[in-house]
Every structure is written in structure tokens, then in C-alpha cells.
């Protein structure tokens, strides 16, 4: 018998304990789209009230789990995500292989497709298939073969075509490596935003948070 452990690190869950600690608010209880959370994503000068000269920082999200690194930044910065769902797909596209860089970036820089459009998350695949009309077993077919970075067999395009699937949409399933599950991107974006409502609105526990459960780290300056 072979026993397989995944076992990752992650330390959103100390992050928001202590943030329950000190403030007394149950993440759980925090709304998943606040606008002013939303708005550290794109206009974190407004939200934060700091001047962008003063905010080394393309986006208000640093020390936001997943979500505060300086590539996800760049990629912030570029989709211009505006809604949950949207942050959803942030998370697929960061987490993927072959999935933003020489995929989805170039779609969006050429206005082909918008950060709700392109693919995301290997459910989108399915889900987008069936609604063009695919036969569901098919659909989930070819979502195995792509996530998996396997791409597209001849007869699957011919059928993606005959149901009016655009051929930037093949091509890009033909670039992926490999994709992150919806259900694990909302987790993340969960936490990300329960996070990210007590930056905003709890700022002295936020950054006591932080401190609290990243002490450890050498670069714990260059997260806030």
C-alpha cells in the first residue's frame, strides 16, 4: 500500500484566528464582496487613503493571503478585476500553468477576451462547453484532457467549431498545462477577502495580525 500526503503550507487560517482574537469579529460573518474590499484591488489609494508615491505597491493587497505577491500584482494590475467572481478567476490564473503568461495575457492585452472570459479555473471549461451545446460527457471529457495539460484532439476542435466555439477559445485550451478547481480558488479568495475587510476596516488589528503570525519572516516588511 502506497500513502500519499499533500501537504502545504498556509497561513491564512493563523492569520484570520488572530484577527478574530483581536477584533472579536467572526471571519465567517464578513461579507464576501464588500465594495471597499473589492476596491483594493483596483483603486487602492481611495480605500487605504494613501497616495500612490507613498504606497509601494501596484495594488492594496499586500499581505493579503495569495493574493499580495508582486506577480499577482502584475496580473492584478492587467485584468482589472472588478467582482468576486472575477477574483475567482484571478486566482485560477495565477495559480495554473500555461494559463495567464503566453495564454489569457495575451487575449486580454489584445481585447480578445476580458478577465471574465477567458478560462480560469477548469470548471469554466465544462461549464462553458455545455452552454455552447457540447454533450456534458464530452465536455467533461475534454476538461480532463486540458487541465491536465493534455490539450485537444483533432475530433473534439471539429466539434467545439460546429457549436460555434471561437478559435481563440481552442487555442487557448491547447496552452494549458495545467489548472487550478474553482472550488480551490474561491477558498482562497475567501480568505483573501475576509482579510482583506479587516485591512480596511480594522487596521491596527490587520497589521498586529500580520505581524503576529508572519514574525518570522525576514522580508515581513516588503508583505504590508
Known amino acids: 500500500n502506497i500513502l500519499k500526503l499533500d501537504i502545504l503550507g498556509h497561513d491564512a487560517p493563523t492569520l484570520l484566528r488572530y484577527l478574530e482574537e483581536y477584533t472579536g469579529i467572526n471571519p465567517r460573518s464578513i461579507p464576501s464582496a464588500d465594495t471597499?474590499?473589492?476596491?483594493?484591488?483596483?483603486?487602492?489609494?481611495?480605500?487605504?487613503?494613501?497616495?500612490?508615491?507613498?504606497?509601494?505597491?501596484?495594488?492594496?493587497?499586500?499581505?493579503?493571503?495569495?493574493?499580495?505577491?508582486?506577480?499577482?500584482?502584475?496580473?492584478?494590475?492587467?485584468?482589472?478585476?472588478?467582482?468576486?467572481?472575477?477574483?475567482?478567476?484571478?486566482?485560477?490564473?495565477?495559480?495554473?500553468?500555461g494559463v495567464y503568461y503566453g495564454n489569457a495575457q495575451n487575449l486580454i492585452q489584445d481585447g480578445v477576451a476580458t478577465i471574465d472570459t477567458v478560462i480560469g479555473c477548469r470548471?469554466?471549461?465544462?461549464?462553458?462547453?455545455?452552454?455552447?451545446g457540447v454533450e456534458p460527457?464530452?465536455?467533461?471529457?475534454?476538461?480532463?484532457?486540458?487541465?491536465?495539460?493534455?490539450?485537444?484532439?483533432?475530433?473534439?476542435?471539429?466539434?467545439?467549431?460546429?457549436?460555434?466555439?471561437?478559435?481563440?477559445?481552442?487555442?487557448?485550451?491547447?496552452?494549458?498545462?495545467?489548472?487550478?478547481?474553482?472550488?480551490?480558488?474561491s477558498a482562497y479568495v475567501l480568505d483573501a477577502t475576509r482579510t482583506g475587510y479587516f485591512k480596511v476596516f480594522h487596521p491596527l488589528e490587520f497589521y498586529a495580525s500580520v505581524f503576529s503570525s508572519r514574525y518570522n519572516e525576514e522580508n515581513i516588511f516588503d508583505l504590508l
Open 36 to 97: 471597499s474590499v473589492l476596491d483594493l484591488f483596483t483603486q487602492s489609494d481611495k480605500v487605504l487613503k494613501v497616495r500612490p508615491e507613498e504606497y509601494n505597491a501596484k495594488t492594496g493587497t499586500l499581505a493579503l493571503p495569495e493574493m499580495g505577491t508582486r506577480v499577482v500584482q502584475d496580473v492584478i494590475s492587467e485584468t482589472k478585476p472588478k467582482s468576486f467572481a472575477d477574483l475567482i478567476s484571478l486566482s485560477g490564473l495565477t495559480h495554473g500553468t
Open 123 to 132: 470548471d469554466d471549461i465544462m461549464r462553458y462547453l455545455i452552454d455552447k
Open 137 to 185: 460527457s464530452l465536455a467533461f471529457t475534454i476538461t480532463e484532457s486540458v487541465r491536465k495539460g493534455k490539450g485537444l484532439k483533432e475530433d473534439w476542435e471539429k466539434e467545439m467549431r460546429d457549436k460555434k466555439v471561437p478559435d481563440w477559445y481552442i487555442w487557448s485550451c491547447n496552452q494549458i498545462e495545467y489548472m487550478f478547481p474553482r472550488a480551490h480558488a
